[in-house]
């Protein structure tokens, strides 16, 4: 109880360093509400700040360097009102007090995202032991030091885009090879946000980047979103166990809770608890197979998924040149913690949209498993890592 006490002092000293970091006073308020000086700290030793993107129609993306993640992202609904359809926090506080406000909202995640079984990798016959934060698996990287919970510096910005870079040294939770990497977000006048990540590393090693901004494009995230449309454009999915594990086998989804080949709401099967992945999972936070990608290379030309909104005409359309999709319906939403403006987000609120490598990918590539040959997640020096993600918006009338 001793360390455990120690622990929460640090952390409420640290909250209310940063809390006292901000002030309202003569600040130009974010098309979402957000005030830029709530951004404006020290964190991990280094500068913290909100920046906000724009393009010729109106539409806003608000970011912070702590994560490279999307704070808010503001596109108009079908009577032209601006409408923030991602979660998050209102201020650096919460984002970097992972100890009572723990969150990946909107991050750019790595060094790995997704689950390693066992928290184990092997590079080149040698086993390296990562740091386990998920019934002894390692998720989105390990512990709480994943790259979501990093301060990246910002390499170049315009009023359209930003590049986040960040540099992880040999080891970095157990991770071998120096990584120097960078997330890329550039607003387009069509309404789409492109999302490049990049990447090399000195020794081999796995890198597999993604965002994870939680969608809800209702425009009242206080209510479930479970009446959102979505649509998934893959023939199978990767089946997994209660610990969310791929178990190796690709199946089809015909004739499944997870047929989204035709665009149906969440509410259809999302409490399907008959069937066991359903059960499992609470809900949706499966890898889908691609149809976009086929014989090692990813079409990001064609739209991989697609969410709607009934209620605000909204539609996002995904695009990737990644192999799998993590569709994740926040089923560990509803914790009672009050987010943007307030709010306290009940489950089922969003969906996230996470191109991937195939979860798992380190174990069942090097164990040569039927149908993770294209899910190659290892880097050698002197290959660079791409991976793009683009979310297009647009009204549905």
């Not at 359309?317 to 943007?340: A, M, S």
Request: glycine residues 8%; proline residues 5%.
């Amino acid at each position: 109880m001793g360390k455990l006490r120690t622990k929460l002092i640090a952390a409420t000293m640290t909250v209310a360093a940063l809390a006292a970091c901000g002030s309202t006073t003569d600040t130009q308020m974010t098309e979402s509400g957000l005030n830029p000086k709530d951004f404006d700290s020290t964190v991990q030793g280094k500068k913290t700040e909100l920046i906000t993107l724009k393009n010729s129609n109106g539409m806003e993306v608000c970011l912070t360097n702590y994560g490279a993640r999307i704070v808010s992202l503001c596109v108009p609904d079908k009577n032209g009102k601006n409408t923030d359809v991602v979660l998050g926090y209102d201020n650096i506080r919460q984002y970097a007090d992972t100890l009572n406000s723990p969150s990946d909202f909107g991050s750019c995640v790595g060094r790995y995202a997704n689950r390693i079984k066992n928290a184990k990798l092997v590079v080149e016959g040698k086993t390296y032991n990562l740091r386990p934060n998920d019934h002894g698996n390692c998720l989105h990287g390990g512990a709480n030091t994943g790259w979501q919970n990093k301060v990246y510096d910002v390499q170049a910005k315009t009023d359209s885009s930003i590049v986040f870079a960040i540099t992880s040294p040999d080891g970095d939770n157990g991770f071998p090879g120096i990584v120097k990497a960078t997330a890329t977000y550039t607003l387009k006048n069509n309404n789409t946000l492109d999302i490049v990540f990049q990447a090399t590393t000195d020794k081999e090693t796995v890198v597999n980047m993604t965002n994870h901004s939680y969608f809800n494009l209702n425009g009242n995230p206080s209510k479930k979103g479970e009446n959102q449309i979505m649509y998934i454009n893959a023939d199978s999915f990767t089946p997994s166990d209660s610990l969310y594990i791929p178990t190796g086998e690709i199946k089809s989804v015909d004739g499944t809770p997870m047929d989204f080949r035709k665009p149906h709401a969440l509410a259809e099967h999302i409490n399907e608890f008959s069937y066991d992945q359903i059960k499992n999972a609470t809900g949706y936070d499966h890898n889908w197979v691609l149809n976009t990608f086929k014989n090692g290379k990813g079409d990001d030309k064609t739209v991989a998924a697609s969410l709607y909104s009934p209620v605000t005409g909204i539609l996002l359309e995904v695009f990737t040149n990644e192999p799998g999709l993590q569709v994740y319906t926040g089923n560990f939403q509803g914790t009672g913690i009050p987010c943007k403006h307030g709010i306290k987000y009940p489950k089922h609120v969003s969906v996230c949209f996470e191109s991937q490598k195939f979860p798992d990918s380190p174990t069942k590539y090097t164990a040569h498993t039927a149908g993770w040959e294209y899910s190659n997640p290892y880097l050698k020096p002197g290959q660079k890592y791409y991976s793009h993600l683009a979310f297009k918006f647009s009204v549905k009338k």
